[in-house]
Every structure is written in C-alpha cells, then in structure tokens.
C-alpha cells in the first residue's frame, strides 16, 4: 500500500521554542516568556538573562533562509504556531496588533511560495501572561471569549492562505502541568477541570467559527499520544492500562463525538467535583472536529501495584523493560506508533495527522554537519510503521516531525536537546552563531520526501 499520493510530509515547530524577538513589534509577554526553565520548572517572576526562549533561534528574522532549507528538504507542510500575544498582546483587546498581524504574513506568504501548506497551531502551551495574571487563565470563562476574537481575527486574516488549524497543542497534558492554561498558582481540582471545560468548549466554538469563515477550512485537535501498556496480564494492570488512557481518550472523545464520556463523568462524581456546564455548551460541543492530530514520542507502562513512575513527554509512566530510551530517559517504540495510530481510527473514524515525532539528542557539529545516525535509526523505524498503519487501513493526512530545525526544549529550556534535521548553533549558555548546518538526517529525509517513503528501510 504505501504512502499515499499528496501524503502531507514535513516539519513542526512552536513560536514560543524558535520566534524569539519575544517583545519586538508589540508583543506581549505570553506564559513561556516567563518560564526560564522549562514547563516543568516552577514559573519565574519575570523574563531572565538565561531564558533561551526570549531569543530562541531567532526566526523570527531568519525565517527565510529557514523555510528555503525545509523547502530544500521538499516539505509539502510545516506546522507553525501564532502567538496568541504578538495578535493580542494582553488578550482581552478588541483590535489586534497590526505589526503581530504582518510577521505571520511574511512566514506564511513565503512558506506558500515555496509550495509548502502550512499547518497552524493557535495556542501551542501559550497564552497572553496577562490573562493568566489578573483572569486566573483558563479557569475563567471569559477566557473562551478572548480566544474566540483571537481565532476569528486570524481565520478571516488569513482566509484561503491557510486551510489547516489546530486548537490547543497536547490538550490533555493540561490535566498534569495546569501552568500550560495559564494557571500560575497551585489550583484545586475544581479549578482546573473547569480550565479543561473552558478550553474544550472553545476548541469546539472555534471549530464552528472556522467553517463560518471558510467552509473549506479543516480543523483538528491536538493529543499527547502515548499508549498505555499492562506492565503484566494481570486483569489490575490491564485496567490501570485503559483507566490512564482515559484521561488522554476524554480529550478525543469530546472533540470527536461532542460530549462527555462517561467514564470521564463518574471520574468528576468521584472526585466531588462539579463543573458547570451551561446549555449553551452542550450545543457548542457538538461542533466537532475534522481530524485528529497528535504527537507521538513513547509509550509507557501501567501497573495496578507498581508506583515507579519513569521520565517522558510530560506525563511518563511505569518503565518498560523491553524498551531502550533516549538520552532524557524518553522510551523508543516505533510499534507504540502503529497502535496508536490503529486505536485512535478505531475509535473516532477520523482521518489522523501525526504532527509531532522525533528524538531529542545531544548532536556534535563535526565539519559543518552532524552525522546523526540515530535519529535516522529513530524517524526511519517509526515511519516504517506508519506505513504499517497505513495498510491497516488507517487514514494519515500527514506526519511532521518534530523541531526540524533545532529549537529550545519544551520541557527542560535546553537547546542542547535537538531534534531537528537542521542544526543551530546555539548552546545552553546562550553562545553561539545562531547559524545553521545541514545534518546527515537533512538528506536523509529529503530522500524520503522525494521517494513518497520508498527509501525507508524495513
Ligand atoms: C511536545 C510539545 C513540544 C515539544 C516536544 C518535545 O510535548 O508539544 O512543544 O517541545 O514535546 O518536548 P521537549 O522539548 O521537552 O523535548
């Protein structure tokens, strides 16, 4: 079978990991710009000297040379996010900020005239700081509003430029890091499932506004995917197994089918906690999705007895002894992407965009390039199965990977964890040229690209 004709290849990054310029323009301070250490890391006071991310990779001035070298590469896609700030640089404007409005006219104006589509997350772990400041983040309602002007604003702005949305980046990763909503301060549970209520319903208003706009326009919603494994065949395992891929399963369950899960419901009884969902949301519910995005890194194990809780995307698990790990300690399963990618068609009968994969490394630039073996190894085993997926019968609109070129770390504010087929000189220190060097890996994918996937090796 194979990869289909006009299957969508290429690349995917964040404006928070590689924009930098962080207050150029008119634009505001947004959540990240004050968590110098990461997502991980408790929150700062205020942007600091060693915040990578307030420079980044500075695309936002290189932004050319970089969309020439993905066009090099033969991307068909790239996935970019808008800064909710740089649009609304407080959020609760009513006019955007022409400047912000002008900088995403230039990236996308250029991605289209390499023929590359571009595919728009508009909150990728990022909001105003300042809605998070005096409105609490998304435990406000109001919130819903505010983003609503933000992603109509930029529906009809960028009408018949971009065709692709994603809502909210890895929605459910809210349930484990609450800062990801604009939640600065510890909450209780009450709190943040509300945020959860609150950001599921504007995913779905924003849904409905973006076919208002253009009803060609295709809008997905965006999971942390990890498959949950049974450590043993134990019954109790295999339930905690399928109880902890229900917190990642609600997220799809309710973009896709338009109401709650049950399942998710007893959850809430239990925990005594009540959300208050009004009539007018149930309808806005039932805006649901186009497609189904999601990230995929690892999987994990579950265990009824067993509390060892490993490193991962956020979120981690019981280790799996069959499995080697990356440098951070993040599993490698290229098997775990072929049942996600079966699991989730299963489930919500939707065509799938794997939009985030790769391995973070720490790459060594020898003579201008980096020969990065192992990432090959890594993105050639997981496309390998998504091939696999795709005989299954799986619909997969597209894949990209993630931080083609290299960027700041979302988890840990490094740079030194790479991904990408492009290498930056930049260090952890902030020294560095800010140059860029083609990687072993570049023309390795380009090859891919060019073949459909014929290149891959088994
Ligand atoms: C995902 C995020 C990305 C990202 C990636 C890799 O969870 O959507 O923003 O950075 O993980 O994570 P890290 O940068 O921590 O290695």
Redesign the pocket.
Known sequence: MGFPEGFLWGGAT?AN?IEGAYAEDGKGLSVQDVLPG??VKPASAGPTPDNLKLEAIDFYHRYQEDIALFAEMGFKVFRLSIAWSRIFPRGDEAEPNAAGLAFYDRVIDELLAHNIVPLVTLS??ELPLHLAQEYGGWTNRKLIGFYENFARTVFKHFQGRVQYWLTF??IN?ILHFPILAGIMNATDKQGLYQAIHHELVASARVTKIAHEVDATNKIGCMI?AMPRYPLTPNPDDVWAALDAAHDDFTFGDVHCRGTYPGYFLRKLREAGIELDITEQDRIDLRNTVDFVSF?Y?MSVCESATDTTRGPG??IGGVPNPTLAASQ?GWQIDPVGLRIILNEYWDRWQKPLFIV?N?L?ARDELVDGTVADDYRISYMNDHLVQVGEALSDGVAVLGYTS??CID??????AEMS?R?GFIYVDRNDDGSGTLQRYRKKSFYWYKDVITSNGATLTP
């Open positions: 964040a990991q990461g997502v990728h772990y980046n890895e990763s942390l990230s890194y995307n956020l951070w985030e790769g973070g993630w931080g960027l700041v770390s979302m988890s840990t964890k991904y």
